[in-house]
């Protein structure tokens, strides 16, 4: 019988360890995968076998758009008064290709304009008794996010700040081509110019959207690294006692660079594409697990562009109502970004993440993206049910098989 309360108990010790010890994390910073190293220590010393896995990250590619669309924003209405429209036009409308690429869709278009350095994910595998038929990974992330200052600074204005900038961006890109394609004459092109510089002081704010300075990463999402290794080491325990799984091999992940655009899970994935396809694969992946009452499974990714299984998230779902709680079923929300379950959903592998916030542009938790998130922000009751719902899952499907 798993005592939950003490293993979430540990999981708590062990985070607010690895913050003390590291402090915030920016992925590919020296702390960073010196937290990596630790987390290998520990899981190493109880799994069948555990590694780690390098990778390059450009840092700073993934929000570095936001400030090449102020400039080029800044660029298209000095352009605007020069009656240029068509050059105006251009670099707004590349602006919004870089968007929607490296934002919307998490691709990796303009991180070879940022340095290059070294990420660090962390495996640990426990196999089951008999011959492996299935495969379960339970994983978070331990790199930690830079600080939104738009978090901290008017965080009811949040929408507003942002969608109202973009809004603007596509708005004079729309204008500029409509004046350049019809040739309409420079009273036409002033006037663009006047509602662009009007607009400037909304767009301009952007640039300082992100501080360069990083959170303590408790809730997103160390702890959630370190429910993974706790729950591995509890599979690996109960393995050494008789009572192991029979034919589901668990797999632990910390993925680094999740808050680059879940460049980390996308390069383990990358490299073990062969393993995650030999047999079933599920991940269980957690992220942001704040508050009881918010939790929710996700049936989408990446902005909605990425599907996850609906029928593995229905799964957990069920688990979770056997064991008293209620959780959620739901897509992602447009415009609020993705999960390290979206790269690995797009080589094969039956993917949710359980999640436990707000998740909107509109509310999300007091304290995520800021100085704030620390142990005390994050519910041990979540923590616990996320730790149960995911043995009791593992053992129904071992079960199946």
């Not at 240029?84 to 278009?109: C, D, E, R, W």
């Not at 909304?202 to 959207?209: D, H, P």
């Not at 790269?343 to 509310?363: H, R």
Request: charged share 20%; hydrophobic share 45%.
């Amino acid at each position: 019988m798993i005592n939950f309360d003490k293993l979430t108990d540990k999981v708590f010790e062990n985070t607010q360890k690895l913050i003390d010890k590291h402090g915030p994390r920016q992925a590919g910073s020296s702390a960073c995968r010196n937290c990596a190293d630790d987390i290998y220590e520990d899981m190493k010393s109880f799994a069948d076998s555990a590694r780690t896995e390098d990778f390059g990250v450009h840092t700073g590619a993934f929000l570095g758009w936001i400030r090449l669309l102020v400039a080029f924003y800044a660029l298209a209405v000095i352009f605007l008064w020069l009656n240029i429209p068509v050059a105006s036009a251009g670099l707004l409308l590349l602006g919004i290709i870089i968007m929607v690429f490296q934002f919307f869709l998490y691709k990796h278009f303009i991180d070879f304009l940022f340095p290059k350095k070294v990420g660090r994910n962390v495996v640990g595998v426990v196999e089951p008794k008999n011959e492996v038929k299935q495969q379960i990974i339970i994983s978070g992330h331990h790199d930690s996010a830079q600080i939104f200052n738009f978090f901290i600074h008017q965080p009811k204005l949040y929408a507003l700040r942002v969608m109202g900038g973009i809004g603007l961006m596509v708005t004079i890109c729309f204008l500029s081509l409509v004046v350049w394609a019809f040739s309409l004459p420079s009273w036409a092109v002033t006037t663009v110019a006047i509602i662009g510089s009007l607009g400037a002081l909304i767009v301009l704010q952007l640039w300082f959207f992100a501080s360069s300075k990083c959170t303590p990463g408790a809730g997103d999402n160390l702890i959630a690294s370190c429910m993974a290794v706790e729950a591995l080491r509890q599979i690996s325990k109960d393995k050494v006692e008789g009572n192991g799984l029979e034919n589901t091999r668990v797999i632990a992940l910390s993925f680094d660079a999740e808050e680059e655009g879940l460049r980390g899970a996308y390069a383990f994935a990358k490299k073990n594409k062969d393993m995650l396809n030999e047999v079933p694969t599920y991940l269980y992946n957690i992220d942001c697990p704040y508050n009881l009452k918010d939790m929710f499974f996700l049936t989408s990714d990446i902005n909605t562009s990425v599907q996850l299984s609906e029928d593995f998230a229905s799964e957990c779902r069920m688990s979770a109502e056997k064991l008293g709680y209620k959780p959620k079923v739901k897509p992602i929300a447009f415009l609020t970004g993705g999960t390290d379950a979206g790269e690995l959903a797009k080589f094969g592998v039956y993917a949710t993440t359980m999640m436990a916030m707000p998740w909107d542009n509109t509310e999300r938790s007091s304290v995520y993206h800021t100085p704030n998130d620390t142990c005390e922000a994050v519910e041990k009751e979540v923590v616990k049910a996320g730790l149960e719902i995911f043995f009791d899952m593992v053992n129904e499907k071992d079960k199946e098989i």
